[in-house]
């Protein structure tokens, strides 16, 4: 039996519920979108009292499946004002897992401000205490206090001064499995905020003295086909290529079609591409005394994060990745790795999503406020957020706010929440994703790959592909790491997994179909929430604005648009 822990955070109760696993239909990003179906007003106020904080593992955490410990966290977005499901790497949701915890949910708000850290000890016990030595901490200082006070054996969920101050830019941090600082994000929505909102700074988690273990339907069964699995993912190409390098690789392959962003998504080429593509990644890690190949969680096998240092050879930031590259540097004209893990440093020490960020540094240049390839000026911005001056507070409410109240035109949203560093008239099938998902503009809802045998210019084939990718990444989010999943693409160990694990009878119909049922409570709740199909739609200027390097415009109407979801399951199973 897991555990459940509902915090209320007015009154300074923890209730706990044992839950038998195997009743469990979801993990994760399932898990959310149903506790918010049943459970939360959709026209709430994201960071009033009646949206909840939702923490919780998926159904593999607790096995050795690579990569199972995927933490999620979720709620009303304040960026979207939608369903919000955010997922992230890093050591909490094993030590989650260890402690034999299922959820943790935050409900209500307090009324007298007074903030708390939510501590869960070696013991097992769960508790609220006081944090007010905390505040006004960002996350590097504090993860260094709290493993003082609790000891070098806890993981740390935590917000920085953005999470306290209400951005919808927030994050939450994770620390790290094996470096321990809090380099992973949960990045979009502005749930670092949501938090804030509960006035929690923290979670502290304790690798408990009796690990939970967890019981099997048939462990000889999941010992088998675990093995398998491991061996498949080991080998597949998806994981030697993001062990080498992580998501860089992105850089080499959007770049030659513009589907990489320049200039607040132009549409160009980015003629300093070789300034940031994977090549100067490795060059720079071998120059500086860094390190890829890094797993954020034990047990993964893919080793997708990196250790990049200054120039003196000292820890500057892990895990930097293709979004922040892409969106702080070509997005804003930049071409300078150096500056870039600065601006990851700096990001995930103050809690501000890299993505969000980008776009918004991206808005105050096309306004005139700083230059095009100012890093020095775009890196004051985000001081300013960290600072929290009357401009960097605007600032930290993203990219649609900051644009409209600059007179910007060419603001990259879709329900509020920046496009992600895809330039959907180049890959269109991006485009039909980040229109369509109930999380606002996502590349992780839905990634679209280009199929052998498959007219992939097609804009019904692109429709289709958004909808395949999408139940699939929703169900990787209810299971496991979405690279993880991806590297498992074409086999079907992951049925005789669950089965080895929950009994009964699987197949990839009843596997996907966790996916599509996840989709479709998400779009339900953002629809009583008030979204339309008039909200399925990108930003003007990607229909009208020719792309310069290709030509292209994204042509893909409303009506193809609204046929992503039909026939969700049948779609995606066939393409299995």
Not at 403 to 413: A, D, F, N, Q, S
Not at 420 to 429: A, E, L, V, Y
Not at 435 to 448: E, L, N, Q, R, S
Not at 502 to 519: L, S
């Amino acid at each position: 039996m897991v555990k459940e822990y509902r915090i209320n955070t007015r009154k300074r109760e923890i209730k706990v519920r044992e839950i038998n696993e195997n009743e469990l239909e979801f993990g994760g990003r399932g898990l959310i979108a149903k506790i918010m179906s049943e459970e939360v007003e959709p026209k709430c106020d994201p960071l009033g009292a009646e949206n909840k904080f939702i923490v919780c593992t998926g159904l593999l955490a607790g096995t050795s499946v690579p990569t199972a410990h995927r933490l999620s966290v979720g709620g009303k977005s304040p960026l979207t004002g939608g369903i919000k499901e955010s997922n992230s790497g890093g050591g909490a949701g094993g030590a989650l897992a260890r402690q034999g915890i299922k959820m943790l949910i935050f409900e209500d708000k307090p009324a007298d401000g007074e903030w708390s850290i939510l501590v869960i000890d070696k013991k097992g016990n769960v508790e609220l205490k006081d944090a007010g030595q905390y505040i006004g901490l960002n996350n590097y200082k504090l993860v260094e206090l709290l493993k003082d006070k609790f000891g070098d054996d806890i993981e740390v969920i935590s917000i920085g001064v953005s999470g306290e101050r209400g951005y919808k830019n927030s994050t939450l941090q994770v620390t790290e499995a094996v470096t321990g600082y809090p380099a992973r994000a949960l990045a979009r929505g502005g749930m670092g905020s949501v938090l804030g909102s509960k006035k929690i700074k923290a979670i502290v988690i304790s690798d408990p003295e009796v690990k939970y273990e967890r019981e099997f339907a048939d462990k000889e069964k999941y010992n088998k086909a675990n093995q398998k699995l491991k061996n498949y993912m080991r080998e597949s190409e998806e994981t030697k290529r993001l062990n080498r390098v992580g998501t860089m690789f992105n850089v080499d392959a959007n770049a030659p079609s513009a589907a990489l962003p320049v200039r607040n998504f132009r549409g160009e080429f980015f003629e300093d591409v070789d300034k940031i593509d994977s090549e100067a990644m490795v060059k720079k890690l071998n120059e500086n005394g860094g390190k890829s190949g890094i797993p954020c969680q034990k047990g993964c096998l893919i080793g997708c994060s990196n250790i990049y240092n200054d120039k003196n050879g000292n820890y500057l930031t892990s895990g930097l990745e293709y979004e922040t590259v892409a969106m702080c540097g070509a997005n804003c004209d930049i071409a300078n790795l150096d500056y870039l893990a600065e601006i990851s440093r700096l990001c995930d020490d103050i809690g501000l999503d890299t993505i969000e960020t980008g776009s918004t540094i991206a808005i105050c240049m096309e306004a005139g406020k700083i230059e095009w390839g100012d890093k020095e000026a775009a890196l004051g911005l985000i001081k300013e957020m960290k600072e929290g001056t009357k401009f960097g507070q605007l600032l930290g409410q993203g990219t649609e706010i900051v644009g409209k109240e600059l007179g910007v035109e060419r603001i990259p949203t879709v329900k509020g929440q920046s496009l992600p560093s895809f330039d959907p008239r180049n890959q269109k099938g991006m485009g039909v994703t980040f229109a369509t998902t109930a999380m606002g503009a996502d590349h992780t809802t839905g990634i679209t790959l280009v199929i052998e045998g498959m007219d992939n210019m097609r804009n019904t084939t692109q429709v289709v592909l958004s909808s395949v990718m999408q139940s699939s990444s929703a169900t990787a989010d209810n299971m496991m790491c979405l690279f993880g999943w991806f590297s498992l693409l074409g086999s079907e160990y992951i049925v005789d997994v669950l089965e080895g694990i929950y009994g009964g009878e699987w197949d990839m119909e009843r596997v996907i179909g966790i996916g599509v049922r996840t989709i479709m409570m998400e779009n339900e709740f953002n629809k009583k929430a008030g979204f339309t199909k008039e909200d399925d739609r990108l930003p003007d200027f990607f229909y009208k604005e020719k792309s310069p390097a290709t030509g292209a415009v994204f042509d893909i109407s409303q009506e193809e648009i609204s046929k992503v979801y039909d026939n969700l399951l049948v779609k995606s199973v066939i393409i299995y």
